[in-house]
C-alpha cells in the first residue's frame, strides 16, 4: 500500500511538544487502526538523512471527509512534524493493523500521555452509547493531551507526577480512588511499562482488555519483524492486542527478564 498525498488543513497544540493535525484524507478506518506517514522532504534545519522514510501514527480522531493524528515530538522525524503548517503535504499509507472492539456499557479507558491519542475515536463511539470512565496520566499537566475535551467528559480522572492535574502519581494510583465494580471492558494504551503494570492489575478482573502496545516500527506491512514482541508483530497482528494475545506477551516478556537476571547473575 502505497502512500498518498494528504493537505495539512489545521494544527493545534496539545500540550509540550504536541500537535494535533488534520489531514484532508478519505480512509476507511477503525478506532485503534494506525497509518504509516512519509514527510516528503526534510524541513529546513533538518538533514534528509536524519528523517525516517516512514513513521506510524495513531488516528487520534476520525471525520467522513479526513483524520487528525497527534504527533509528539521525540525524534529527528516528529520533530520536524510538528513544523507542519496548514497547506503543507504529507504522504499517508494504510490503514494497517488491528482496531479495537468496540464493546461494553461501562468501559474503562486508560491513556498515558500521548497514548490517550488511538483512544480518543474510540471514547467519542462511547460516548454515542455506552458510559465511559477515563483515566489520563502524564508526568504533568502539560504532558496530558486533549485536556479541553477530556475535561468535559463525566467520568474523567487525571494523574500527574507532578500533582498538577488530579491525582498524584501514577495511573495505577487513580484506580485505587474509584468505583470498578461496574466496569464491563478495558481499553489501554501508553508507555509499555505502563501497560505491563496494568495488566498485572487488572487481568485478574476476568473482564474483556484490550491495549494498544507502542513498539518500534519500520515496514508496518509485517515484513522486516523489527517491531516483534513475544510471538506478535505488533504492525500486523497489532497494535491492538486482547487479553489472551497480551497473557502470551507479558508471559514472554517475564521469561526475557529472568533469563536476562540469570545471565547478568552468572557473570557476576
Known sequence: MWPRPAVVTSRKTEGRDMVTFALDIDIDVRPGEMVMVWLPRAPSGIRDDEVSDEIPMSISGIARDHITITVKGVGPTTRSMLRLRPGDRIGVAGPFGRGFTVEGDRPLLIGGGV????????????????????????????????????????????STED?????????????????????????????????????????????????????????????CGSCAIGPYRVCRDGPVFDGGMLGEIWSAAGEREAIASEEDDAGE
Open 115 to 158: 497514548g490517550m491519542a488511538p483512544l480518543m475515536p474510540l471514547l467519542h463511539r462511547f460516548l454515542a452509547t455506552a458510559t465511559p470512565l477515563v483515566i489520563a496520566g502524564g508526568a504533568s499537566s502539560a504532558d496530558i493531551p486533549f485536556l479541553t475535551q477530556l475535561r468535559s467528559v463525566m467520568g474523567a480522572n487525571f
Open 163 to 223: 500533582g498538577s492535574l488530579g491525582t498524584k502519581g501514577m495511573v495505577l494510583d487513580v484506580l485505587d480512588t474509584i468505583d470498578l465494580s461496574t466496569i464491563d471492558a478495558i481499553y489501554c494504551c501508553g508507555p509499555m511499562r505502563m501497560l505491563e503494570r496494568l495488566w498485572g492489575r487488572l487481568s485478574p478482573m476476568g473482564l474483556p482488555i484490550e491495549m494498544s502496545l507502542e513498539t518500534r516500527l519500520r515496514c508496518g506491512r509485517g515484513l
